[in-house]
């Protein structure tokens, strides 16, 4: 059975950083393409990074190049969104996907909030 768990959000003043964690089971994460979005109030879900599984290839929001970066421990199986200088307009809830095949795997979440 697979499951992603994301953890590290929190409350953070404009211009801090934070480190997203998406811990994965019932899979390897080396060997797939994995994912954050991000889903702000009243907004559709939306793409914000990418690593693939076979390259190590990364891919980024247009409008977050820069200050996210996407990074993976297959030893801890383990994904990574590290976020710097961060604005109010990022608050959100963040998500982890995992894509297998044709198939999308989704964690639960975890809020962050910018004070700004």
């Known amino acids: 059975q697979v499951q992603l768990v994301e953890s590290g959000g929190g409350l953070v003043q404009a211009g801090g950083s934070l480190r997203l964690s998406c811990a994965a089971s019932?899979?390897?994460?080396?060997?797939?393409?994995m994912g954050w979005f991000r889903q702000a109030p009243g907004k559709e879900r939306e793409f914000v990074a990418r690593?693939?599984?076979?390259?190590?290839?990364?891919t980024y929001a247009d409008s977050l190049k820069g200050r996210f970066t996407i990074s993976r421990d297959n030893a801890k199986n383990t994904v990574y969104l590290q976020m710097n200088s961060l604005k109010s307009e990022d608050t959100a809830v963040y998500y982890c996907?995992?894509?297998?095949?044709?198939?999308?795997?989704w964690g639960q979440g975890t809020q962050v909030t910018v004070s700004s």
């Open positions: 996907q995992c894509q297998v095949l044709k198939y999308y795997y």
């Open positions: 019932g899979l390897d994460v080396s060997r797939y393409n």
């Open positions: 690593m693939t599984g076979s390259s190590d290839v990364t």
